[in-house]
Each structure stands twice: as structure tokens, then as C-alpha cells.
């Protein structure tokens, strides 16, 4: 047979070998999947020192938006973008930053207080209270092991002679170093904070749009919960520490303890983090004990439990647990690991975190959506049907 034309005939392909297209297609995907990878590694690597900050601005603007959202009706005109961010980042600034600067001052009142005690221990030793051997059971072996080791000037010496004022003088210099750290973290999370309140909108809908590229439509339920998780931990943290610190205030005011405003401002900031509060009560119990008030700590010590049971066994669970659907042993795993793992911080994540292991798994286990298995509703007969069924 003659040929049409004098072009080549095609090569043929070996069976399995991808045309030239795709094979390109497939090295470009992996090519950016490789940058993409890349940059993101590189970018958390120079944020890292600043994660923290960003996560707790995320925090802070999922938990406060509901208010955020009412500021903004309550200013006239339109201030999204500049007034209103500025105001709430400012409100949050004040109430992180203004009780912080009062303990700093009462702690640098009462330094020289510290220094003279340490002085008086080394030369003078430190006698035993007398309250110490009327404590039940333990009372006769703590006062023993008092004047063996702190009594003596001798061994008191030895304790407490590498401690001077130039000692004190470096560990405070230590520790100014670790607040000046902390205070720039909390700056950066307030400028940050100001930006996610600006543009949080926005930031919202594209976060929803690379869900729905990665995950599909069950990504965007995925984070509901975790945002709802966010909520119930604020609520359950936070409100509930707040109640904790006003009830035991009273509870201080009414047996007489000394300060019961600022032990209860400080019961309260230990009632965040979980049975935190058993700490301070029970120090104000041991103090009135041994300034001889020892029915007024018996009613501290009981109210204090008995308000620390029903809170943190009832309430907070409810709150927190209720809102992402937890139960109430991984609302418990999620604060208590995500204390020990990332400190303050992880209150707060650690039920996310719970909450985006759940929906996954009740997504995974689902046969299918909840969306799909609701029966369609029965098509409607139009009149030309019914005419034709007459």
C-alpha cells in the first residue's frame, strides 16, 4: 500500500509509560508539593520562637470574637478596621497586663523582706513555730526534723550560706530576663491579635476554602468542633475559675482571713488550671491553723473542697465536654496533657486537639454523613399531574 504522506509513522510507547503530559504533570505536582513542603518547614522554622504568640492570639480571637462582634454594633459607623480591632486589642491588653504589673510590684516591695529573713536564718537559725507540733499524727516528727536542720544556726549555715544579696541580686536578674522574654511574647500576641481581629473575616473564609480543597465539606465540620471546644474550655476555665476565686473570697472575708481579696483573686488564677485551687486554700487553712483559728480553717478547707468537687467534677466538664461533645475522661486527658506538653497554652489546646481526634474518628466510623442518611423529601405534584392522574 502506497503511504499518504511522508511523515514517520509513531513510535509506539512501551505498555505502562505515561504520556509525556501527564508524566510532566505528575513531577510538577510533586515539584510543588516538595516547595510547598519546603517553605512551610523553613517558615515554622524562623516563627518558632514566635508560635506561642500566634497560638494565643488564635486562641484569644476564637474565644473573644462573640464579644468582638458586639463591640462592633455598639460603635457608630464603620470601625472594623481600624477602631474597633484597636479597642478590643486593647481592652485584652489591660486586663492580661494590668493585673501582671500589680503582682510585679508587691513581689519588688517585699524583696527586702525575703533578704532579711534569709539573713536572720543564717546567723540566728530559724526556731520551730509553735503551731507546728499541734498538728495531728505529723506533728511531733516536723518538729524534729525542725531543730535537726533549721533550728542550729550551724546547719542553718550550711543551708541557707550560699544565699547572699549578691545571689538574690543574680537570680533576680535571672528571672527579669525570663518576664522581659514573656512580656515581648504577650506584645507580639496583642499585635497579632489586632491583625486576626482586622481580617479575621477574610482569614475565615479562605481557611474555609483550603478546608474544603484538602479535607472536602467534612473539614469544615472538623474545625467546628474544635472551635466549639475552644469556647467550652474558655467558658469552663476561665468563668468557672472566676466563680471559684468569688465564693472562696467570701468564704475568706466571713472567717476572718487576712487579704481574702487578694487570696481570692489568687484562688481564682489557680482554679484555671485544674484542681489548682487546692493549693491556695489549703495554704489560708494551714495559716489560720496556726493563728489559731483552727474552725476557721476547718471551713475553708471544707468549703474549698466541696466547691472544687462540684466544679471541676460537674460544671467544667459540662461546659467543656457539652460544647464538642467530649466525654468527660478526654475533656480531663486533654487539659492535663496539654498542661504537661505546652504549659498554659495547652489548657486551651488540649480539648481542640481531643475534639479533632473525635470528629475524626466518629467521621471515620460513620458510615456515612448525617447529611445523607436524612430521607429526601417526596417530590411535589404539580397540576398538571394531578390532572393527569384524575
Known amino acids: ?76 459607623g464603620e470601625h472594623e478596621h481600624l477602631l474597633g480591632p484597636a479597642l478590643a486589642t486593647l481592652v485584652v491588653g489591660i486586663l492580661i497586663v494590668g493585673p501582671l504589673v500589680l503582682i510585679g510590684i508587691a513581689l519588688a516591695n517585699e524583696v527586702h523582706v525575703v533578704i532579711q529573713l534569709v ?80 481580617d479575621g473575616r477574610r482569614l475565615a473564609a479562605q481557611l474555609r476554602g483550603l478546608s474544603d480543597r484538602l479535607l472536602g465539606p467534612r473539614g469544615e465540620h472538623i474545625a467546628g468542633h474544635m472551635i466549639a471546644a475552644v469556647h467550652g474550655t474558655v467558658t469552663g476555665l476561665v468563668l468557672v475559675g472566676i466563680g471559684e476565686g468569688v465564693l472562696l473570697g467570701v468564704v475568706y472575708f466571713l472567717v476572718g482571713l487576712p487579704y481574702p481579696t487578694l487570696v481570692g483573686a489568687a484562688t481564682a488564677v489557680a482554679a484555671i ?7 491556695t486554700y489549703c495554704l489560708a487553712g494551714l495559716y489560720l491553723f496556726s493563728a489559731g483559728n483552727p474552725l476557721g480553717a476547718a471551713v475553708v478547707i471544707a468549703s474549698g473542697s466541696a466547691i472544687l468537687f462540684v466544679a471541676d467534677h460537674f460544671i467544667r466538664p459540662v461546659l467543656i465536654g457539652g460544647a464538642a461533645r467530649l ?48 430521607p429526601a423529601a417526596p417530590p411535589r405534584r404539580t397540576a398538571g399531574a394531578r390532572r393527569t392522574r384524575r
Open 1 to 76: 500500500m502506497n503511504r499518504l504522506s511522508s511523515d514517520p509513522p509513531p513510535r509506539p510507547t512501551a505498555v505502562g509509560t505515561a504520556p509525556p503530559n501527564e508524566a510532566s504533570s505528575a513531577w510538577q505536582t510533586a515539584a510543588r508539593t516538595a516547595l510547598a513542603v519546603a517553605v512551610v518547614g523553613f517558615g515554622g522554622w524562623i516563627l518558632f520562637d514566635f508560635l506561642p504568640a500566634l497560638a494565643w492570639a488564635g486562641v484569644l480571637a476564637i474565644a473573644l470574637w462573640p464579644l468582638y462582634d458586639r463591640l462592633l454594633k455598639l460603635l457608630p
Open 273 to 279: 488550671i485544674p484542681f489548682g485551687a487546692v493549693v
Open 119 to 198: 539573713n536572720e536564718a543564717r546567723h540566728y537559725g530559724i526556731p520551730p513555730p509553735a503551731w507546728l507540733g499541734d498538728l495531728p499524727l505529723v506533728g511531733t516528727p516536723l518538729v524534729s526534723w525542725w531543730k535537726d536542720h533549721l533550728s542550729d544556726p550551724l546547719l542553718a549555715q550550711e543551708m541557707f550560706g550560699n544565699i547572699d544579696v549578691h545571689t538574690l541580686t543574680y537570680s533576680a536578674r535571672h528571672y527579669g530576663g525570663e518576664i522581659v522574654q514573656r512580656l515581648v511574647i504577650l506584645g507580639f500576641t496583642l499585635l497579632t491579635l489586632f491583625f486576626v481581629f482586622r
Open 327 to 374: 466525654p468527660f475522661l478526654l475533656v480531663l486527658l486533654g487539659l492535663l496533657g496539654g498542661l504537661e506538653t505546652m504549659g498554659i497554652l495547652g489548657l486551651f489546646l488540649g480539648p481542640a486537639v481531643m475534639a479533632a481526634l473525635v470528629a475524626l474518628w466518629r467521621e471515620w466510623t460513620a458510615p456515612e454523613p448525617v447529611a445523607d442518611r436524612v
